[in-house]
């Protein structure tokens, strides 16, 4: 079992920046993926930014690119996402995710099998 917990999340003022991250414990050396989601109350989870097991290879969706970036750092089994030019539409709980390999479909709810709890980012207009 694969135990995820995300933190870093807050109120920010539109424009403004915020840090999240996500720390794994557990069997973690079976994971391959990691991901951040986002959801708001009513809507379908979304996906946000993917990064591979060796950090080269990363997946951005296109209504945060040029604003948010995926890193991780495997020593510390913890992925990060660092929030840029926040906007009142980036207001969700962000959520960890965790796979084993997967070949196609990063942006797949249902291809990740490990999830956090969530942690609230709120930005004001």
């Known amino acids: 079992q694969v135990h995820l917990v995300e933190s870093g999340g807050g109120l920010v003022q539109a424009g403004g920046s915020l840090g999240l991250s996500c720390a794994a414990s557990?069997?973690?050396?079976?994971?391959?993926?990691m991901a951040w989601f986002r959801q708001v109350p009513g809507k379908e989870r979304e996906f946000v930014a993917a990064?591979?097991?060796?950090?080269?290879?990363?997946r951005v969706a296109d209504s945060v690119k040029d604003r948010f970036t995926i890193s991780r750092d495997n020593a510390k089994n913890t992925v990060y996402l660092q929030m840029n030019s926040l906007k009142p539409d980036d207001t969700a709980a962000y959520y960890c995710a965790a796979a084993n390999v997967i070949k196609m479909g990063w942006d797949r709810v249902g291809n990740y099998a490990y999830w956090g709890q969530g942690t609230q980012v709120t930005v004001s207009s």
């Open positions: 557990g069997r973690t050396f079976g994971i391959d993926t």
């Open positions: 990064i591979g097991r060796t950090g080269g290879t990363t």
